[in-house]
């Protein structure tokens, strides 16, 4: 069976869209590492000092990690730190404001 052309761009659509989101994740996660690292080790404590010293901001290593650390249990970190990075950063205040 040969594909469409039709097929094939959609295709191309949805994989430059997972790349954009891949993106989007690790520049977040480079971001916003010292807050996410914090509140991370918190909730989800078998993450290791070490293993945020590896990781360090680095999105491909911080999902390597959750599926050693965590397993089956990974879909629902990666859930709880997207959760984490939609939601607004707090405003800051100070003098003037």
């Keep these: 069976m040969e594909w469409d052309r ?7 659509d949805i994989d430059i ?3 954009e989101e891949a993106i989007m994740n690790a520049e977040q996660l480079k971001g916003k590492w010292m807050q996410f690292k914090g509140e ?8 290791t000092d070490d293993d945020l ?3 360090e901001g680095n999105y ?5 990690k959750a599926q050693e650390r965590y397993g ?3 879909e629902d970190l990666m859930k709880w730190a997207d959760q ?3 939601k607004p950063t707090p405003k800051p ?5």
């Design 17 to 19: 869209y997972i790349q």
């Design 40 to 47: 991370l080790k918190e909730k989800y404590g078998k993450f």
């Design 60 to 64: 491909d290593k911080f999902v390597g």
């Design 6 to 12: 039709t097929d094939q761009s959609r295709r191309a």
């Design 53 to 55: 010293k590896q990781i």
């Design 84 to 86: 984490w990075h939609e």
């Design 93 to 97: 205040v100070g003098k003037g404001q």
């Design 72 to 74: 089956d249990k990974k």
